[in-house]
Nanobody, 114 residues
Framework: QVQLVESGGGLVQPGGSLRLSCAAS????????MGWYRQAPGKQRELVAV???????TYADSVKGRFTISRDDAKTTLYLQMNSLKPEDTAVYYC????????WGQGTQVTVSS
């Protein structure tokens, strides 16, 4: 099993920045892909950014150029640097790992508002 714990969410003004973290533990050797997803009220959960074990990244068009996904050298912590935040980025952000099985974190709320 893999356990994922997100942190770093909060309230930020439009144009501001936040960095989310996702700490992975357990059978992390089994993880092939890790990523960030988000779900706004009344909307479906959507992909924000993912990174493969080899380091290949994919971003949603809506966040390209503003968000950056990265990880530490031990591959135990995934980050999402979010810059130039917009009100439409408001959502619960989830970390997900995929390998033999899929695991989700509990989510962290990001609210962009003046």
């Amino acid at each position: 099993q893999v356990q994922l714990v997100e942190s770093g969410g909060g309230l930020v003004q439009p144009g501001g920045s936040l960095r989310l973290s996702c700490a992975a533990s357990g059978s992390i050797f089994s993880i092939g892909v890790m990523g960030w997803y988000r779900q706004a009220p009344g909307k479906q959960r959507e992909l924000v950014a993912v990174m493969t074990r080899g380091g290949t990244t994919t971003y949603a068009d809506s966040v390209k150029g503003r968000f950056t996904i990265s990880r530490d050298d031990a591959k135990t912590t995934l980050y999402l640097q979010m810059n130039s935040l917009k009100p439409e980025d408001t959502a619960v952000y989830y970390c997900k790992s995929k390998g033999l099985n899929e695991y989700w974190g509990q989510g962290t709320q990001v609210t962009v508002s003046s």
